[in-house]
């Protein structure tokens, strides 16, 4: 069972343009929700994260969308530069838990 | 400041040989995770360290699977009498806290170790 489902699988976008990025999630438990950037070769770095008690938070270039009620959330990488090709994955935590559930991830390729 | 260090960063066995993975958390995190990433099944968490706690070992997929934490630092990822299946990027995650308050529970990701199984 997938408990956080993302889309799309693969994504490509002009230098400038807008990405977007949707995961949704089952388990109402679930209260933190936090995307990774992934480069080739690299471990997965911590992008921007949020609490469903907020709606919207930026940081920079990326925005995360919270939607409480439809249990989706999304990231929204503004003003996408190549540099920002790489795979993103969202994943949630329980409050009483430990471990990291992850969507199954999403490779950006930014064309300058 | 340091990063979590994993290694070695590859590592390439026959099938059936026993592979150790370490991890050297970020100094100061009290908790420690393993992840594994392939192809097939993305990231999936394998074992959790919070201090001095029973570790949460429920993403173990078989008992050929193990870790311990020595110290409170340093884990030692052993997987037994490995098999193809087991070709995958380890990866060794730790945050400052475990899972109590709302701030401190992000984690960092060190940069894997690549196991290949022939």
């Known amino acids: 069972q997938q408990q956080v489902k993302q889309s799309p699988q693969s994504l490509i976008v002009q230098k400038g343009g807008i990405s977007i990025i949707n995961c949704a999630y089952e388990n109402t438990a679930f209260d933190y929700f936090p995307w990774y950037q992934q480069f080739p070769g690299k471990g997965p770095a911590l992008l921007i994260a949020i609490r469903p008690d907020v709606s919207e938070k930026k940081e920079g270039r990326f925005t995360i969308s919270f939607n409480k009620s439809a249990k989706q959330f999304s990231l929204h990488i503004m003003d996408s530069q190549p540099g920002d090709s790489a795979t993103y994955f969202c994943a949630a935590k329980k409050a009483a838990g430990n471990k990291l559930t992850f969507g199954g991830g999403t490779r950006v390729l930014v064309k300058p | 400041g340091a990063g979590v260090s994993q290694s070695p960063s590859n590592k390439v066995t026959e099938k059936g040989k026993d592979v150790e993975l370490r991890c050297d958390p970020i100094s100061g995190h009290t908790a420690l995770y393993w992840y594994r990433q392939s192809l097939g099944q993305g990231l999936e968490f394998l074992i959790y360290?919070?201090?001095?706690?029973?570790?949460?070992k429920s993403g173990l997929p078989s008992d050929r699977f193990s870790a311990e934490r020595t110290g409170g630092s340093v884990s030692t990822l052993t997987i037994q009498r490995t098999q193809q299946e087991d070709s995958a990027v380890y990866l060794c995650?730790?945050?400052?806290?475990?899972?109590?308050?709302?701030?401190?529970?992000?984690?960092?990701f060190g940069p894997g170790t690549r196991l290949t199984v022939l």
């Open positions: 995650a730790s945050s400052l806290l475990g899972t109590s308050g709302r701030t401190g529970n992000e984690q960092f």
């Open positions: 360290f919070q201090g001095n706690s029973a570790p949460d």
